[in-house]
């Protein structure tokens, strides 16, 4: 990180703010931290955003929170393999025993193969084609 040093507890809470409360609203963030409105808290906000310390805080959050994009591809390419069978749905009468009802849903099986196959760019909405043309240029007297 750029700058190692410790955010104080006001800083925190515009953090925490910041990633909860606030949704990204840096605005909302100082004023849930505590900071006052004395010089605008948009201003406020933005000084306390470009600060090293609080953007590596916030950045530092947002990587250990979200998933990196090989770690969506494996989520989905686990739904995309998952056997039939994991997506059907039994629905037994607990006093009987009987199957009352049986269902199948491959939504979800099929959205993560589309989704897969999107990123491996498997379908194509539009047509290539390649040609060979050969333009000659004439000069003015020349045909």
Not at 112 to 124: D, I, Q, R, S
């Amino acid at each position: 990180m750029a700058d190692e040093r410790r955010l104080t507890p006001k800083q925190q809470r515009f953090v925490n703010a910041y990633l909860g409360a606030a949704k990204g609203n840096g605005t909302e963030a100082a004023r849930l931290a505590g900071y006052k409105a004395g010089t605008g808290l948009r201003v406020t906000a933005h000084d306390v955003l470009t600060n090293p310390s609080v953007r590596a805080a916030i950045d530092a959050q947002l990587a250990a929170e979200t998933l990196s994009a090989a770690e969506v591809l494996r989520h989905l390419t686990d739904v995309g393999m998952a056997e039939w069978h994991e997506f059907v749905e039994v629905v037994v009468n607990p006093r009987t025993g009987e199957t009352m009802r049986v269902r199948m849903d491959l939504t979800n099986k099929v959205k993560a193969l589309e989704l897969l196959g999107k990123y491996h760019k498997l379908f194509t909405d539009k047509q290539e084609s390649t040609s060979n043309v050969l333009i000659r240029e004439y000069a003015d007297g020349d045909a």
